[in-house]
């Protein structure tokens, strides 16, 4: 298995089996293969920020796709989708979240499904008994951010992780003045305890530049693992990193590798980010992730998957030899 971070070590790896498949790939990219196709999700555009859900054996992506509202789509394989309708939105002008509708997350909970989502720069949230929704607003106002949740400015890219015991904490980014993760616990989905914490905090010169958001959290022999996404998701230097710690509310360590997921200019791979992850039946890890579709500074996204991993060190990788979806 290939690693994202060796990237020298991948490309001489991923030349020498381009070689030997030439006849049977044809004209196709041969370095560009291990990372597979982006996704077709039918009548999207353009989509990025992917939540996704695995249930029962299917896959079910909530992207940000535009219009002030969230859709959904199915995946029986991770290859071949299905279009599900809009779950949310739009609402009608003058409402608190009646644009800027973006990163939605969906939770898992009780029977329940639980979107959380940006809108005019605050989180709201909303619950459904379906994950194809509908999905009905809990509030009339913000969940986090605008003087709600104990938050009195800006908060984005909510994601709730739920731990082995059942605990729920909330991760999202405020300004501070910069971009930074927080975590707060929470009574229930909708209640926040909002016991807010700082897990990380973004540098100012190096490939962060400002910016931490995007939060998506797994554990793995006891540790837990805040993956994050830096820089502006508009260029090619968007990129993932992560920290870890031993508790969910932090201390946090960044990863010195970091970023463990970055742009690959000779696989026409450009600003990986704003991912989420999916477990599926055999306990494989799926990193569902947005990348720009050229090195031009710009917003047109598309949507990748691939297997998310650890090595021998517990370090986490993605996978380039084994993609997500058909080749």
């Known amino acids: 298995m290939l690693k994202a971070t060796s990237r020298a070590r ?21 370095i560009s293969a291990g990372y597979g196709e982006p996704l077709t999700l039918p009548g999207a555009s353009d989509a990025a920020d992917p939540s996704v859900l695995y249930i029962d054996g299917t896959y079910y992506m909530y992207p940000t796709s535009g219009g002030n509202k969230f859709q959904v789509w199915t995946s029986p394989d991770r290859e071949t989708w299905s279009y599900g309708g809009v779950i949310w939105g739009p609402k009608p002008a003058g409402s608190w979240n009646d644009n800027l509708a973006w990163a939605p997350d969906v939770l898992a909970d009780g029977g329940k499904y639980y979107l959380y989502y940006t809108a005019n720069h605050a989180i709201g949230v909303a619950v459904a008994d379906s994950p194809l929704g509908p999905f009905v607003d809990v509030y009339d106002h913000p969940f986090i951010g605008n003087g709600y949740g104990d938050t009195e400015f800006q908060s984005i890219d909510a994601h709730v992780f739920k731990d082995e015991d059942g ?56 540790t837990y693992y805040l993956m994050y996404s830096g820089n502006s998701y508009k260029t090619a230097k968007y990129a993932i990193g992560y920290a870890t710690a031993s508790d969910p ?31 599926d039946e055999n306990g494989d890890m799926w990193i569902f992730y947005h990348t720009k579709i050229s090195a031009e500074k710009g917003e047109g996204r598309r949507i990748r998957v691939n297997q998310l991993a650890f090595d021998e060190n517990d370090e986490l990788y993605v996978v380039l030899d084994e993609p997500g979806c058909g080749q």
């Open 167 to 222: 605990k729920l904490y909330m991760y999202c980014t405020h300004f501070v003045p910069w971009s930074t993760l927080r975590v707060s616990t929470m009574s229930d989905p909708v209640t926040v305890d909002s016991n807010w914490v700082d897990v990380v905090t973004p540098g100012l010169v190096n490939w962060e530049f400002v910016v931490t958001e995007g939060p998506w959290m797994v554990k793995h022999a006891g």
């Open 249 to 279: 509310m932090g201390p946090f360590e960044k990863f010195e590798g970091n970023p463990f997921f970055a742009t690959d200019e000779e696989a026409g791979i450009y600003g990986p980010g704003h991912h989420s992850v999916a477990t």
């Open 10 to 30: 991948a490309r001489l790896v991923a030349v020498l089996a381009a070689l030997a498949l030439l006849p049977l790939l044809g004209a196709k990219s041969t």
